[in-house]
């Protein structure tokens, strides 16, 4: 079965700062990886995904992540982090057709 | 992107009675549906997976008489918390998907936080 698993609950950056979230994925057959958002009290958002048609895949709000089969991770990055990044960020993959879900990390931006 | 649409966004109900929650495929059908709970400070465990004119599928230890699922429409599906206790105090989410196959992208209600007193 497919699973993600998420390391670190809580990351804290600087404003400007290099944003990573690290993501290791768990599957028996080529997975399809996703990263949402989520703001307080709101639904998710797709960040980006993974469908293997390219390894570095980029997303929305300037975020990226790359695919590395032989570490078996997707983490996400941001080059510059901005006030408005900080959310709870969830790692998916897909096992048969629903989402699992990692257990997120939460992102505080400082000035 | 397509909307998925949530109803009520929040609701506190007295202990022992049921809250039916609903969740709204705006532009597009959505033969599946599916059903998440999330505890604060938590990931979303998927409750149910929801299929338009049968019955729901639901995912080890949920209680299927407890949280009733109904998909009567391409377009809607329900979720009732049956004799609410305070335990059952949460945020609901529902999810569709546009079209078949594992790759394609999930939209997301805004989510229903359910206070039970």
């Known amino acids: 079965a497919q699973s993600v698993t998420q390391l670190g609950s809580h990351v804290s950056v600087s404003e400007g700062a290099l944003v990573l979230l690290r993501c290791n994925y768990s599957?028996?057959?080529?997975?399809?990886l996703f990263w949402y958002v989520q703001y307080p009290n709101q639904g998710l958002q797709l960040l980006l995904k993974?469908?293997?048609?390219?390894?570095l895949v980029k997303g929305i709000n300037g975020f990226e992540a790359e695919f590395k089969k032989s570490e078996t991770s997707f983490h996400l990055t941001k080059p510059s982090a901005h006030m408005s990044d900080a959310a709870e960020y969830f790692c998916?993959?897909?096992?048969?057709?629903?989402?699992?879900f990692g257990t997120g990390t939460r992102l505080q931006v400082f000035p | 992107g397509a909307v998925v649409s949530q109803h009520p966004s929040w609701v506190i109900c007295k202990s022992g009675t049921s809250v039916k929650i609903e969740c709204r495929s705006l532009?597009?059908?959505?033969?599946?549906m599916f059903w998440y709970r999330q505890f604060p400070k938590q990931s979303l465990m998927l409750m149910a997976t929801?299929?338009?004119?049968?019955?729901?599928?639901?995912e080890q230890g949920v209680e299927k008489d407890k949280f009733l699922i109904n998909h009567a429409s391409l377009t809607l599906s329900t979720l009732t918390v049956t004799s609410a206790h305070p335990e059952d105090s949460s945020f609901y989410i529902c999810?569709?998907?546009?079209?078949?196959?594992?790759?394609?992208?999930?939209?997301f209600g805004q989510g229903t936080r359910l206070t039970v007193v």
């Open positions: 999810s569709a998907r546009t079209s078949w196959g594992p790759n394609t992208e999930a939209f």
């Open positions: 599957s028996s057959v080529p997975p399809y």
């Open positions: 993974y469908t293997s048609a390219a390894t």
């Open positions: 998916a993959v897909t096992y048969t057709d629903k989402l699992i």
């Open positions: 532009d597009f059908q959505a033969t599946t």
């Open positions: 929801s299929n338009e004119g049968s019955k729901a599928t639901y």
